[in-house]
């Protein structure tokens, strides 16, 4: 069975600070990884997906994550972080079939960001 | 991009009603849409996945005759909570599947049983 752990539950950045959230996977073939970003009360915004190729993905918002197979690692960076990027931050990875594409979900990360 | 949108935003009811919560795309048809569950401070369970024109498929642990699902169109996919409790209270988001593996989720429905 698919799993996805990000282990930082919290996590404070400066504004215009640089930032990583963590999400490592398990699956047991090529996975499907994405980034979702939920603000306050609000549904999913997909920030980035990794189906195949290069493993340096961007993303919207100034976002990238690159897919390190050899440590099943699939992190979220931004080179300058701003007051509105604040939300909570959710990997998730998906089946590699095809129809019915079920997600799974990390625990999220919140992030918060100081003046 | 693709819009899918939830009614109601917010819901209020009685222990012991019933409450029906849709689920729309709007500007592309799904064959597949799916529900989840987000307790406070925590991730996304997915309960059911919602297909058009057939049963849908229940995660393990989900009461299907709790949680009724219904896809009568490539448009509509609707979540009823029936005898709600206080414990059905959560935040309640659809996603729809526009292609592979491209899901695109509603804003939510939060549901307050009292």
């Known amino acids: 069975a698919q799993s996805v752990t990000q282990p930082d539950i919290h996590i404070t950045v400066s504004e215009g600070a640089s930032l990583e959230l963590r999400c490592n996977y398990s699956y047991g073939a090529t996975p499907y990884l994405f980034w979702y970003v939920q603000s306050p009360g609000q549904g999913l915004q997909l920030l980035l997906k990794?189906?195949?190729?290069?493993?340096l993905v961007q993303g919207i918002k100034g976002f990238e994550a690159e897919f390190k197979r050899s440590q099943s690692s699939f992190n979220l960076r931004k080179p300058s972080v701003h007051w509105s990027d604040a939300a909570e931050y959710f990997c998730?990875?998906?089946?590699?079939?095809?129809?019915?594409?079920?997600?799974?979900f990390g625990t999220g990360t919140r992030l918060t960001i100081i003046p | 991009g693709a819009v899918v949108s939830q009614h109601p935003s917010r819901v209020i009811c009685k222990s012991g009603t019933s409450v029906k919560i849709e689920c729309r795309s709007l500007?592309?048809?799904?064959?597949?849409m799916f529900w989840y569950r987000q307790f406070p401070k925590k991730s996304l369970m997915l309960m059911a996945t919602s297909n058009e024109g057939s049963k849908a498929t229940y995660e393990q642990g989900v009461e299907k005759d709790k949680f009724l699902i219904n896809h009568a169109s490539l448009t509509l996919s609707t979540l009823t909570v029936t005898s709600a409790h206080p414990e059905d209270s959560s935040f309640y988001i659809c996603?729809?599947?526009?292609?592979?593996?491209?899901?695109?989720f509603g804003p939510g429905t939060r549901l307050t049983v009292l």
């Open positions: 998730a990875v998906g089946r590699s079939n095809f129809g019915n594409e079920k997600l799974t």
């Open positions: 996603s729809a599947l526009r292609a592979f593996n491209e899901q695109f």
């Open positions: 990794y189906f195949s190729g290069d493993t």
């Open positions: 500007d592309f048809q799904a064959t597949t």
